[in-house]
Structures are given as structure tokens and as C-alpha cells.
């Protein structure tokens, strides 16, 4: 299903379009994005903290993502190999470099 985004300015290096993964709670729960990951291979994960369950796992556009939380433009340069987190959604960002985990691989 095709869709599109009317932004101003874009930010990120990578296309709208761009394929992420989220949480259902995210998605369909309206819970904050309080962790953000950049993937080494260049994945970007916007999660809520609650669970990574693979069943709740979702894959959906970068720009649906940032039209759901603008606070992500301030991740845009966040390096591969690095993560953000904030205790609340109108918290700032902590950035940090972060190992992957084996099972995550």
C-alpha cells in the first residue's frame, strides 16, 4: 500500500520511505518511543521500552515514524553502532554507543 509524507526539510540521510522496526505497542497502543537504535548494518529500531518480543515486532516507513514523533529529527545523525534513550517522550535524548546483543544477530 503506497503512501506519502509532506515534509518541509528531511533530515535523515536515509529515503521516507525507508523501512524501520517498531512495537505494536507503539503502533497501536500509543506508547512513547523511548529507545532508538541505529544498527551497525544501518536498521533503525524505534521502540518503547516494554517488550521485543518478535510477535510484537512491526516494520513500517522512517517517515510515518518521525510524522508520529518529531522528536526523532534530533536522532537524524545518530551514528550506526548507537542508541538513544529518554525516561519520557518530552524528555531529551541520552545518546551512547551500544554492543549489539548476540541474540539480536
Known amino acids: ?7 518541509h526539510s ?3 540521510r536515509e529515503p521516507v520511505e525507508t523501512g ?3 512495537t505494536r505497542q507503539v503502533l497501536e497502543g ?3 518511543i523511548l529507545e532508538v537504535y541505529h544498527d551497525a548494518d544501518g536498521d533503525w529500531q524505534f ?4 517488550t521485543t ?7 513500517v516507513c522512517l517517515g510515518c515514524m518521525v ?3 518529531s522528536g526523532l529529527l534530533a536522532l537524524a545523525d545518530l551514528p550506526l553502532g548507537w542508541c538513544a534513550v529518554r ?5 531529551p535524548w541520552l545518546r551512547e554507543p551500544y554492543e549489539s546483543r548476540e541474540d539480536e544477530a
Open 1 to 7: 500500500m503506497s503512501h506519502s509524507h509532506h515534509f
Open 10 to 12: 528531511w533530515a535523515f
Open 20 to 22: 524501520t522496526f517498531t
Open 30 to 32: 500509543g506508547f512513547p
Open 47 to 50: 521502540l518503547c521500552g516494554t
Open 53 to 59: 518480543d518478535t510477535e510484537d515486532l512491526k516494520l
Open 67 to 69: 510524522e508520529r514523533d
Open 87 to 91: 525516561d519520557r517522550a518530552e524528555d
